[in-house]
């Protein structure tokens, strides 16, 4: 686990030298790919997001590609399609940008319905249905999707069943001053792309997932966990509460997150931290909540504030 928490490590700090001043979006979007989840980013335009996971992209050696969503996007546009060969006198299947290895659906909220099934599809069975026959995706598998949230006109906003789909929501935000000052002299002669290269391949990624799963994780903490989504299926702000897909996405974050400490346990606050970016999206607020101002982050944030936090034990893993 040395070697690997090694080279988490460099994969951080190669992050944060292109994206200065995120180390929080760095370190959760490599909890997503270590727990072998899905991001969705909301943000507006120019902060970086594809510049983010064009760079982790190039740190796993995997194969980016990126799906502009547009209204006028069909699923095939995304699965790929069958064209008809005369030589052969056969169908050639044609893959389709969503068999890369990272994925950036960006604005997935201006295209329809349906077009977004096809990606949430692919997100949540690791595999798309094309003319009848299955076909596997490539591992590792990465998504990130973006949507803008200060533009409404023309969008599909996503469901709340698709974002329960998502393992983390989260956003950027502006750089601080003195960071935005370092980012415009690093970049006013080069591409801070141009200056990183791969540090793991795809079967040392595959294998840190496998490592990430058998973090351990203590009953009292699972117990915790239960705490939280039950608390949340009763709260009277809330219309929806969180699913127990919601309860398996913390567990498995908090796993990956512990991984990336170079822990092989979870501890409590890894749970506290993770809880508002893995569960606030999966909450539905009452009409009557939202109109007094409260905020899924608020109602969870004082939920858990109620909650007594499980005892750490005294652990006694290899780490």
């Known amino acids: 686990m040395d070697d690997s928490n090694q080279k988490l490590k460099l994969i951080l700090d190669n992050m944060n030298k292109v994206m200065i001043g995120k180390e929080e979006t760095a370190t959760l979007s490599l909890v997503a790919l270590l727990a072998e989840g899905h991001v969705l980013l909301e943000d507006v335009p120019g902060v970086g997001k594809t510049m983010m996971i064009?760079?982790?992209?190039?740190?796993?050696?995997?194969d980016f590609k990126r799906i502009q969503f547009t209204p006028d996007l069909l699923p095939s546009d995304i699965t790929g399609v069958s064209i008809y060969n005369p030589k052969t006198l056969d169908f050639e299947f044609h893959r389709g940008p969503i068999f890369g290895n990272v994925i950036l659906a960006d604005e997935i909220n201006r295209t329809s319905p349906k077009t977004q099934s096809s990606l949430l599809e692919a997100m949540e069975e690791g595999s798309v249905t094309v003319d009848g026959q299955t076909l596997q995706l490539s591992k590792p598998f990465f998504v990130m999707a973006t949507q803008n949230p200060i533009e409404h006109e023309g969008t599909y906003p996503l469901p709340e069943a698709q974002l329960d789909r998502f393992l983390l929501k989260m956003k950027m935000g502006y750089p601080a001053p003195a960071a935005e000052l370092e980012m415009?002299?690093?970049?006013?002669?080069?591409?801070p792309l141009e200056t990183i290269s791969p540090v793991i391949d795809h079967a040392e990624l595959v294998?840190?997932?496998?490592?990430?799963?058998?973090?351990?994780?203590?009953?009292?903490?699972?117990?915790?966990?239960?705490?939280?989504?039950?608390?949340?299926?009763k709260h009277p702000s809330l219309t929806l509460g969180i699913s127990p897909r919601g309860a398996l996405a913390l567990m498995h974050a908090s796993k990956a997150y512990a991984y990336i400490q170079g822990r092989s346990y979870v501890v409590p606050d890894d749970v506290k931290y993770l809880a508002p970016h893995v569960l606030a999206h999966r909450m539905l607020v009452t009409p009557e909540?939202?109109?007094?101002?409260?905020?899924?982050?608020?109602?969870?944030?004082q939920m858990m504030q109620k909650m007594h936090i499980p005892v750490q034990k005294e652990f006694h893993y290899e780490t």
């Open 54 to 62: 064009r760079t982790l992209a190039k740190l796993i050696g995997g």
């Open 184 to 191: 415009l002299q690093r970049q006013s002669h080069t591409n």
């Open 289 to 301: 909540a939202r109109y007094a101002g409260q905020q899924s982050t608020d109602i969870l944030q």
């Open 207 to 233: 294998q840190m997932q496998r490592e990430a799963k058998e973090v351990h994780v203590e009953q009292n903490i699972l117990g915790y966990i239960v705490e939280i989504v039950q608390a949340s299926r």
